[in-house]
């Protein structure tokens, strides 16, 4: 190499160096972390919230177990965001004791029927979907329409349906 070449190389001294790198700093990385926890944490609690609201804020659905004093049975179903309320009796069979009313809220614990049984619920998103057997009729509630032994019913406000 010649003299010339050397010439055109910047030499750096262990004096230089120091002047031209800047120290690491430790807080940046921790900073950064804590930045980030802190936005996704609002994020989650925000999305979580909101889809909780969407889950309920129609209500769950709404059944009157009734029985008139001879003991006949009926059931009165109402979802009052959709403005829901119909009416189906069972004609022809009879509960003990008769002349009762209960109100059976289907929320997100499944409930105690007073007469038949709770087949399935999905509560996920109320009203959700609720299926009962109720005197070997396969009762079933969707908010789009009402099956009664897979046989479809739309809705009506107060309508009566007797099952026969």
Request: glycine share 8%; proline share 7%.
């Amino acid at each position: 190499m010649t003299q010339r070449g050397c010439e055109s190389l910047d030499v750096l001294t262990a004096e230089d160096i120091g002047r031209t790198i800047l120290p690491m700093r430790s807080d940046g990385l921790l900073k950064h972390l804590a930045i980030s926890l802190v936005i996704a944490v609002v994020f989650y609690v925000t999305v979580y919230g909101w889809i909780e609201h969407r889950r309920t804020v129609k209500g769950p659905w709404v059944a009157e177990f009734r029985a008139d004093a001879a003991g006949i049975p009926s059931l009165l179903i109402s979802q009052t965001n959709l403005n829901i309320s119909e009416t189906i009796t069972f004609p022809g069979q009879t509960v003990r004791p008769g002349n009762f009313s209960r109100t059976v809220i289907f929320g997100q614990t499944p409930p105690e029927l007073p007469f038949g049984k709770l087949i399935y619920q999905d509560p996920t998103f109320l009203p959700g979907t609720v299926t009962m057997r109720l005197f070997g009729h396969l009762v079933e509630l969707l908010p789009r329409v009402l099956t009664i032994d897979k046989k479809e019913y739309p809705w009506k406000t107060g309508a009566v349906i007797q099952v026969r």
